[in-house]
């Protein structure tokens, strides 16, 4: 992938600004919902704690209900993209991992739903475990952001004709080194949604069958997406990420999203992250004008964002039940374009692999 610097672009200050503030201890005080962009870690994720996110008053248990909370990863290298993800709804849950072979265009996806008291989705990163255990299904995500550890560990046997899995995955959650991009967004007056994001370096082993492949830190990259929030009745938004290394050896990613949040001016989790700093990026829209698996545009309106993602394979979930609908399209593929970055500086995307997200639910 290329990272280009040119004379006419470092002297081209960008006119976006979004105000990045230190993270609060607690993101929920006397009731009320502490909203923001930060530029660290908060220790006490108790969203739980929120009082009347919504109109009509709800007793605690079935606020809880509305409650979506979740961890997922991205992580790989140049031959293989991966996706991890602990998913709980409270009205039904999902754990997934994906696993594809950009070399030989080879797709396995592991997936089970599963009552939602059957996984747990901590409070924050702050020594704590996400995870699912059943007899066929393991995922497990330990975190302790004091000493810059998250650990993925990941066993599969017996899972209809898919190959068994074990896999085990080691990253700096070093969030001084590799500033993260931690925020909590408002949907209404005291109703939003948190998200901490990080791009980071990774190493590990997977055994996929027969396969084993090593993954090294300097050409592996995991990226964490520890989620919480009372989302809108229904939930609609457009999310792109991808992630790799520049030519330089420079570990590059980004993160876009284009959702019901308020003021997105203001309140948005948009990022270029390089080298391990976090530049803010503004809002973004997306177009699919020859459908879903044909080139998607991404752009904004400062000139920030020009970006082309280019689909080679889907991930669907298409679920119309009564009251619960979900409609999810899932691609991974190659994105192309530029971001540039808080000084000015154009940074040419070229080739690097991700995944975006067209998502729908009626719940």
């Known amino acids: 992938m290329n990272h280009d610097r040119d004379e006419q672009t470092t002297t081209v200050i960008p006119?976006?600004?979004?105000?990045?503030?230190?993270?609060?201890?607690?993101?929920?005080?006397?009731?009320?919902?502490?909203?923001?962009?930060?530029?660290?870690?908060?220790?006490?994720?108790?969203?739980?704690?929120?009082?009347?996110?919504?109109?009509?008053?709800l007793p605690g248990r079935l606020?809880?209900?509305?409650?979506?909370?979740?961890?997922a990863f991205q992580l790989g290298n140049q031959d293989y993209f991966m996706l991890v993800a602990i998913y709980n709804a409270k009205k039904f849950a999902l754990v997934q991992f994906i696993?594809?072979?950009?070399?030989?265009?080879?797709?396995?996806?592991?997936?089970?739903?599963?009552?939602?008291?059957?996984?747990?989705?901590?409070?924050?990163?702050?020594?704590?475990?996400?995870?699912?255990?059943?007899?066929d299904m393991s995922l497990k995500a330990s975190h302790d952001i004091d000493s810059s550890k998250l650990r993925l560990e990941i066993a599969i046997k017996g899972l209809g004709d898919l190959p068994d899995v074990k896999a085990t995955f080691r990253a700096l959650h070093d969030t001084e080194r590799y500033e993260p991009t931690v925020v909590s967004l408002p949907f209404a007056n005291?109703?939003?949604?948190?998200?901490?994001?990080?791009?980071?370096?990774?190493?590990g082993k997977l055994r996929i069958g027969k396969d084993k492949v090593k993954f090294d830190p300097d050409s592996s990259f995991l990226i964490i997406d520890d989620h919480k929030g009372y989302y809108p009745f229904p939930t609609r938004y457009d999310w792109i990420t991808g992630a790799g290394h520049t030519q330089e050896g420079s570990l590059i990613g980004f993160?876009?999203?284009?959702?019901?949040?308020?003021?997105?001016?203001?309140?948005?989790?948009?990022a270029?992250?390089?080298?391990?700093?976090?530049?803010?990026?503004?809002p973004i829209k997306v177009s699919r004008p020859k459908g879903l698996m044909e080139t998607w545009v991404?752009?904004?309106a400062y000139g920030m964002v020009d970006l082309r993602f280019h689909p080679v394979v889907d991930t669907q979930v298409d679920i119309n039940a009564l009251l619960f609908k979900s409609k999810y399209s899932g691609p991974y593929g190659n994105y192309?374009?530029?971001?540039?970055?808080?000084?000015?500086?154009?940074?040419?995307?070229?080739?690097?692999?991700?995944?975006?997200?067209?998502?729908?639910?009626?719940?």
Request: with cysteine; glycine share 8%; charged share 30%.
């Open 15 to 57: 006119s976006y600004r979004r105000k990045i503030e230190p993270a609060p201890e607690r993101l929920v005080e006397n009731g009320k919902i502490r909203f923001g962009c930060f530029n660290d870690a908060i220790r006490y994720v108790n969203l739980d704690e929120a009082k009347g996110p919504y109109k009509l008053p």
């Open 190 to 203: 005291n109703r939003g949604m948190y998200s901490h994001k990080c791009l980071m370096p990774m190493k």
């Open 272 to 282: 270029l992250w390089l080298d391990g700093r976090n530049h803010p990026l503004p």
């Open 99 to 135: 696993c594809y072979d950009i070399v030989s265009g080879k797709k396995f996806k592991y997936e089970k739903k599963v009552p939602a008291w059957k996984l747990e989705v901590p409070n924050g990163l702050f020594d704590s475990t996400a995870y699912y255990n059943s007899r």
């Open 63 to 71: 606020q809880g209900l509305q409650l979506r909370e979740w961890q």
């Open 255 to 270: 993160n876009l999203t284009d959702n019901q949040v308020l003021d997105q001016e203001r309140y948005n989790e948009n």
């Open 336 to 363: 192309e374009g530029s971001l540039t970055d808080s000084d000015g500086n154009k940074i040419s995307i070229d080739q690097l692999f991700g995944m975006g997200e067209k998502f729908y639910l009626r719940i």
């Open 298 to 300: 991404i752009k904004d």
